[in-house]
């Protein structure tokens, strides 16, 4: 496995295909699904039977593969069926290709060993297991999705089932009408524009500052989170207030066991490292090979700089790799004031972005 973009990435292989395929490892996801370029290259003819799929971004019809089997390493997954989607912005969001996501109808298959330490995932078959003396045992609400019940302190519901979600690289993911119901967005917290993806495209978020955060015994304090108009509700408001992220779950080493309800978690190495609090208004994706402004929030640090939306970054700071995710840690300092080199048309320019914290 590794971990690129805030998300999991792991490799298999079909049966059929000599190919290597990188899936997005998702317990957000109720199915599992290959992108429908990938379907196209392998030659593979889906069906349409009427379902839909829906995300932050829409609701869709997709068509479906049937009785696949799936290959990682030695163990053989079979009769699987596959919803055929358009993944080509994860592709761009997070630098590698990626050839679909696996959620719930594999993962209920097994037990998985998730860490994040050593980016090595492992498979056991149902059955007793035994967990890591250290760390707690969650109990959550699985219907094709894990919820488990968070604190929120300071808000007026404290306690309420969140989605835990792998495969969305950020914090935490609230719905606008938990948000404004439960106090999250109080007149005198400010919060700033940004952009994400999912299906259906590309959707506007809004960052801001939790006070505080529990889950299970784990407290965190002064998290950045993300809320965003869901006219899907695909938070599933007011049954959920929201999602939890990669973002911050990989702060845990993780044992996922849904035959028996049942998610460990163990703080890492990465529990103690600092939460991004920057903003520069742009998010940046990868192109056709080259990486790019995909979105750019009006007035903030790098529009007030001059850079506009389509410009390709050549060098940050001293970083000129190239490497989206190398691009984006340099963005992660708060409050520093950046050299960013970009090209435009013909033109070479460089300019300086202060960059905003989030407080």
Known sequence: MQ????????????????????????????????????VRFLGLTPIFSGQLIRGVGG???????????????????????????DYSVLTSVYGVRIDGVIGY??????????????????????????????GTILTPQINRLPAS???????????????LDIGAGLNL???????????????????WVTSGEGIGGQITLRLTILPSFWIGPYKFKKIPITIFDDPYNVTNYPVWGGLIGNDLLRRF?????????????YPNKFYQ??????????????????????FLAPASPAAQAGIELGDEIIAINKVVSGSLDAYKSELTHAAKKLSIIYKRGNQIKDVKVTLQRIK
Do not use: W
């Open 273 to 294: 490292e600092p939460f991004d609090y920057s903003y520069s208004g742009m998010e940046l994706y990868l192109i056709d090979g080259v990486v790019r402004v995909g």
């Open 105 to 134: 109808a594999l993962l209920s298959r097994y037990i998985l060993t998730v860490n994040y330490e050593t980016q090595l995932i492992e498979f056991f078959n149902p059955g007793t297991y035994l967990y890591p003396r250290k």
């Open 253 to 265: 080493n993780l044992v996922i066991n849904y035959p028996k309800n049942e998610i460990h978690i």
């Open 173 to 191: 993911l609230l719905s606008q009408r938990f948000a404004e119901s439960d106090g999250v967005l109080d007149t005198a917290r400010k919060s």
């Open 59 to 85: 609701i869709r019809e997709v068509p479906i593969l049937r009785n696949l089997s799936l290959i990682f390493g030695e163990l053989q997954v079979d009769s699987l069926d596959f919803y055929v989607n």
């Open 3 to 38: 971990v690129t973009g805030g998300v999991v990435v792991i490799q298999a292989k079909l049966t059929s295909h000599p190919d290597t395929l990188q899936f997005i490892l998702d317990t957000g996801s109720s199915g599992i699904s290959l992108d429908s370029s990938t």
């Open 149 to 163: 019940v968070v604190t929120l302190k300071d808000l007026k519901k404290t306690s309420i089932p969140m989605l």
